[in-house]
């Protein structure tokens, strides 16, 4: 069974800063792509970061120089550092790998 559990949202102020984790377990994580993205209620769900399995990433233009993606093969584990943080980046985060999806967990950026 193939589980995406990710962590690490909040209630954070403009300016700040957040790190999200998404945990993998059920694929062969070192083999695969990861992804985050983010979803507003109401709007489409968007790519904000993604990495290769060799580490290669690219980010949204909203967020380069802001977020930065790694993975830890040794822990299965994804992260997403968010850095300058603005209201606009207020959203339910979300971990992908290959066709499966996390839950999400929410990011709120007040001004």
């Known amino acids: 069974q193939v589980q995406l559990v990710e962590s690490g949202g909040g209630l954070v102020q403009a300016g700040g800063s957040l790190r999200l984790s998404c945990a993998v377990s059920?694929?062969?994580?070192?083999?695969?792509?990861m992804a985050w993205y983010r979803q507003v209620q109401g709007k489409q769900r968007e790519l904000v970061a993604a990495?290769?399995?060799?580490?290669?990433?690219n980010y949204a233009d909203s967020v380069e120089g802001r977020f930065t993606i790694s993975r830890d093969s040794a822990k299965n584990t994804v992260y997403l550092q968010m850095n300058s943080l603005k209201p606009e980046d207020t959203a339910v985060y979300y971990c992908?790998?290959?066709?499966?999806w996390g839950k999400g967990t929410l990011v709120t950026v007040s001004s």
């Open positions: 992908k790998a290959w066709i499966y």
């Open positions: 059920g694929i062969t994580f070192s083999r695969n792509s």
């Open positions: 990495i290769t399995s060799g580490g290669s990433t």
